[in-house]
């Protein structure tokens, strides 16, 4: 059946429900029944009961502070059930594991969604002292080692259209100077590797290098992580780069990627 005659049975109710979760991307993580609205050209009362539904299956959680809406739990658990289908997920575990074992830190892999770095898998090491799990997290683009590796590899735009309006500092060590971040993503280009140094985190420090596919495309990041006094140049340059790069080269060949 072509999608021609498919969209012949289109539900428009279940249409604009979709269009309502569609809104929450980006940095709008709580809109309010007016707002969406009017980005919806829809009524206030059919946008309330659009939300009612979707908040009684769980789809949609209203703040009570705010009265805003958000999204709700169900979302979590169906966007999980999806990346524990996707290739890069189920091979990615093994060279998780190795890596917090062999670097003695904890690792994770990540996809870039919008503006932001979504983590689809981490593994803590077992020193008691540790970079706990970012999962159900997001991580900025431009002051992660992760993020790094999306602004720097990813050809489709240059690294100035790659990076976002406005470099938000969180630490006194964020680069929030595009010039100075222009540089630095020249330098990740070329050496395979990005390092952030308590740049989104005080006193925590990663170390990210590109996932390719079969069909060369950059398709996510692997990364180690840990706490800035473990975590210092010496160790960075002898022990944790070599591991990383061997973990994402050997990553991207079970994803087809030839280099």
Same mark, same amino acid.
């Given at each position: 059946?072509?999608?021609?005659?498919?969209?012949?049975?289109?539900?428009?109710?279940?249409?604009?429900?979709?269009?309502?979760?569609?809104?929450?991307?980006?940095?709008?993580?709580?809109?309010?029944?007016?707002?969406?609205?009017?980005?919806?050209?829809?009524?206030?009362?059919?946008?309330?009961?659009?939300?009612?539904?979707?908040?009684?299956?769980?789809?949609?959680?209203?703040?009570?502070?705010?009265?805003?809406?958000?999204?709700?739990?169900?979302?979590?658990?169906?966007?999980?059930?999806?990346?524990?289908?996707?290739?890069?997920?189920?091979?990615?575990?093994?060279?998780?594991?190795?890596?917090?074992?062999? #670097?003695?830190?904890?690792?994770?892999?990540?996809?870039?969604?919008?503006?932001?770095?979504?983590?689809?898998?981490?593994?803590?090491?077992?020193?008691?002292?540790?970079?706990?799990?970012?999962?159900?997290?997001?991580?900025?683009?431009?002051?992660?080692?992760?993020?790094?590796?999306?602004?720097?590899?990813?050809?489709?735009?240059?690294?100035?259209?790659?990076?976002?309006?406005?470099?938000?500092?969180?630490?006194?060590?964020?680069?929030?100077?595009?010039?100075?971040?222009?540089?630095?993503?020249?330098? @990740?280009?070329?050496?395979?590797?990005?390092?952030?140094?308590?740049?989104?985190?005080?006193?925590?420090?990663?170390?990210?290098?590109? @996932?390719?596919?079969?069909?060369? #495309?950059?398709?996510?990041?692997? #990364?180690?992580?840990?706490?800035?006094?473990?975590?210092?140049?010496?160790?960075?340059?002898?022990?944790?780069?070599?591991?990383?790069?061997?973990?994402?080269?050997?990553?991207?060949?079970?994803?087809?990627?030839?280099?």
């Amino acid at each position: 059946m072509a999608w021609r005659e498919k969209s012949n049975y289109m539900i428009q109710s279940v249409s604009h429900a979709l269009d309502v979760l569609e809104q929450f991307q980006g940095d709008a993580d709580e809109i309010g029944v007016t707002e969406l609205s009017k980005k919806l050209k829809l009524h206030k009362n059919n946008v309330f009961r659009l939300l009612a539904t979707l908040e009684a299956r769980g789809y949609i959680e209203q703040n009570k502070l705010t009265e805003n809406y958000r999204l709700g739990l169900r979302c979590l658990q169906l966007g999980q059930n999806y990346v524990q289908r996707m290739g890069i997920l189920s091979q990615a575990k093994s060279t998780l594991q190795e890596l917090a074992k062999g #670097a003695k830190e904890s690792s994770f892999v990540a996809v870039r969604k919008g503006s932001f770095i979504i983590p689809l898998d981490f593994v803590e090491t077992q020193n008691a002292v540790r970079v706990v799990s970012l999962l159900g997290g997001t991580l900025p683009l431009h002051c992660t080692a992760a993020g790094k590796v999306y602004l720097a590899f990813d050809s489709e735009k240059g690294w100035e259209q790659n990076l976002p309006e406005h470099l938000q500092r969180y630490t006194d060590k964020t680069i929030v100077d595009r010039r100075l971040l222009t540089g630095q993503l020249k330098e @990740i280009n070329e050496s395979g590797y990005a390092l952030e140094q308590g740049e989104f985190m005080e006193d925590v420090v990663s170390v990210a290098v590109p @996932i390719r596919d079969y069909r060369r #495309a950059l398709v996510g990041t692997l #990364a180690i992580i840990g706490p800035a006094h473990r975590l210092n140049g010496e160790r960075i340059q002898k022990e944790t780069v070599p591991l990383i790069l061997k973990g994402g080269t050997e990553l991207s060949k079970r994803l087809g990627y030839q280099p």
